[in-house]
């Protein structure tokens, strides 16, 4: 059985690789270091198909060292240790590159067992993972490396390689292949960023295409049909997922609806009702608030109907919600007034509440001044009185300071005139 397309076309020098200019382009510093020669450890950080191993393979064909490949959902110390068994063999004269995928696999203790090896100079270790780095690799490996963060690959970028996924098909078939237009776009834009994808979407298509005077059609129709299912990189565990639900909670707060919608869309598309949901109610309270505080009841009202209704119809509440939470006037008073307020209680300003306040209607002997006094606002003129109601060690502070929209402005100037016509 023949190796997947995008094993067979896997580039064998820095400028055929897809995308990452950011690391390749002339003069970068990745690229600088390859071309010295002298690579030290490193760690690849970003999304699957992007180019990771590709880089991996041309690094230690250009040393000349002896490459070996581990995976972290796989490998065992054992493994590792017979790798580190060649060194110094006829088979690793140059030395070792060991290429491990999926690092953050690797649990505490094999990690420790790496870096034996890696910091007596024994291998040189390019590692790779699609998650976070600093929170998933051993402290002592991520000192000894050098992080560099791959990109998702952008379709204007990978519409290259599927023209030359073809060209290789064509030669590999003996048949001319004519592809749409319409349909390099398709399958460069449906993969998600993800190269491999996007070639083995153009084999598939290749296998499924229909023979016309000699040569092999493949339409937008055909294009779009076998890519709709592809569905977009997510992990509920991963990155991807907090990226996508920051983005979106960051899109309603910046009254972009059109941006909130697309991720809202990404997260439906993945089936994360949950997340959708409750962003969507963080950011009604946290972010429209006080300038608008009916939204909230109507935001809850729409989540329970998306609850309710479920998949697929739930988009139809929720996009309605995001839409008006997107064009709702802004304002973070709120959670900024107890942001503030909690820092104090953790500072550990906890004073004594005033004894008008008290729930109790008796004092101690120890007591100078007896009885509670406390006065009933609504015995007085507009429902107010000025009474002390913070600790003494927090009197005067001011942890609320109204917004500037309407709403809150409103009532600010209300209560400024009722305590200004109280105290006169």
Request: hydrophobic residues 40%.
């Given at each position: 059985?023949?190796a997947?397309?995008?094993?067979?076309?896997?580039?064998?020098?820095?400028?055929?690789?897809?995308?990452?200019?950011?690391?390749?382009?002339?003069?970068?510093?990745?690229?600088?270091?390859?071309?010295?020669?002298?690579?030290?450890?490193?760690?690849?950080?970003?999304?699957?198909?992007?180019?990771?191993?590709?880089?991996?393979?041309?690094?230690?064909?250009?040393?000349?060292?002896?490459?070996?490949k581990?995976?972290?959902?796989s490998?065992?110390?054992?493994?590792?240790?017979?790798?580190?068994?060649?060194?110094?063999?006829?088979?690793?004269?140059?030395?070792?590159?060991?290429?491990?995928?999926?690092?953050?696999?690797?649990?505490?203790?094999?990690?420790?067992?790496?870096?034996?090896?890696?910091?007596?100079?024994?291998?040189t270790?390019?590692?790779?993972?699609?998650?976070?780095?600093?929170?998933?690799?051993?402290?002592?490996?991520?000192?000894?490396?050098?992080?560099?963060?791959?990109?998702?690959?952008?379709?204007?970028?990978?519409?290259?390689?599927?023209?030359?996924?073809?060209?290789?098909?064509?030669?590999?078939?003996?048949?001319?292949?004519?592809?749409?237009?319409?349909?390099?776009?398709?399958?460069?834009?449906?993969?998600?960023?993800?190269?491999?994808?996007?070639?083995?979407?153009?084999?598939?298509?290749?296998?499924?295409?229909?023979?016309?005077d000699?040569?092999?059609?493949?339409?937008?129709?055909?294009?779009?049909?076998?890519?709709?299912?592809?569905?977009?990189?997510?992990?509920?565990?991963?990155?991807?997922?907090?990226?996508?639900?920051?983005?979106?909670?960051?899109?309603?707060?910046?009254?972009?609806?059109?941006?909130?919608?697309?991720?809202?869309?990404?997260?439906?598309?993945?089936?994360?009702?949950?997340?959708?949901?409750?962003?969507?109610?963080?950011?009604?309270?946290?972010?429209?608030?006080?300038?608008?505080?009916?939204?909230?009841?109507?935001?809850?009202?729409?989540?329970?109907?998306?609850?309710?209704?479920?998949?697929?119809?739930?988009?139809?509440?929720?996009?309605?919600?995001?839409?008006?939470?997107?064009?709702?006037?802004?304002?973070?008073t709120?959670?900024?007034?107890?942001?503030?307020?909690?820092?104090?209680?953790?500072?550990g300003?906890?004073?004594?509440?005033?004894?008008?306040?008290?729930?109790?209607?008796?004092?101690?002997?120890?007591?100078?001044?007896?009885?509670?006094?406390?006065?009933?606002?609504?015995?007085?003129?507009?429902?107010?009185?000025?009474?002390?109601?913070?600790?003494?060690?927090?009197?005067?502070?001011?942890y609320?300071?109204?917004?500037?929209?309407?709403?809150?402005?409103?009532?600010?100037?209300?209560?400024?005139?009722?305590?200004h016509?109280?105290?006169?």
């Open positions: 059985m023949s997947p397309l995008a094993e067979r076309i896997r580039p064998q020098t820095l400028d055929e690789i897809v995308g990452q200019r950011h690391l390749l382009a002339e003069g970068r510093p990745l690229r600088r270091i390859i071309e010295s020669g002298e690579i030290p450890n490193l760690v690849f950080y970003g999304p699957s198909g992007v180019g990771k191993t590709t880089l991996a393979s041309i690094i230690a064909k250009r040393t000349k060292k002896q490459l070996y581990l995976n972290g959902t490998a065992t110390t054992a493994d590792i240790r017979a790798v580190v068994g060649k060194v110094g063999t006829l088979e690793a004269v140059n030395g070792i590159l060991l290429y491990l995928d999926e690092i953050q696999y690797f649990n505490k203790k094999q990690q420790q067992t790496l870096l034996e090896f890696i910091e007596n100079g024994d291998i270790l390019i590692a790779s993972t699609t998650e976070n780095p600093y929170f998933y690799i051993y402290n002592a490996i991520l000192s000894r490396s050098t992080v560099f963060e791959f990109k998702t690959v952008e379709p204007d970028e990978i519409i290259p390689a599927v023209k030359r996924a073809f060209r290789i098909l064509s030669k590999e078939r003996g048949l001319p292949i004519e592809v749409d237009d319409n349909a390099l776009r398709r399958i460069a834009t449906a993969c998600g960023g993800d190269v491999r994808k996007a070639i083995n979407a153009a084999e598939l298509c290749t296998l499924a295409a229909e023979e016309k000699n040569a092999l059609h493949i339409p937008e129709a055909l294009a779009r049909e076998l890519t709709q299912s592809s569905a977009p990189r997510y992990d509920r565990e991963g990155d991807e997922h907090y990226d996508i639900v920051s983005a979106y909670q960051k899109s309603m707060r910046g009254s972009d609806p059109d941006a909130a919608l697309y991720y809202l869309a990404r997260l439906l598309a993945a089936g994360d009702l949950p997340s959708a949901c409750r962003r969507l109610m963080v950011c009604a309270c946290e972010d429209v608030g006080l300038a608008y505080p009916q939204i909230i009841p109507i935001v809850k009202a729409a989540v329970d109907a998306a609850q309710m209704v479920g998949l697929p119809e739930a988009r139809i509440p929720l996009a309605d919600a995001v839409i008006l939470v997107s064009q709702a006037p802004k304002s973070n709120g959670e900024a007034s107890i942001n503030a307020a909690m820092a104090d209680v953790q500072a300003k906890i004073g004594a509440i005033p004894r008008q306040l008290q729930n109790k209607h008796y004092d101690g002997d120890d007591a100078a001044r007896k009885g509670q006094f406390y006065q009933y606002p609504h015995a007085f003129p507009h429902h107010w009185v000025q009474q002390q109601y913070l600790p003494d060690i927090l009197k005067g502070t001011v609320y300071t109204p917004g500037d929209n309407k709403n809150e402005q409103s009532f600010a100037a209300y209560w400024q005139h009722i305590k016509h109280n105290e006169s």
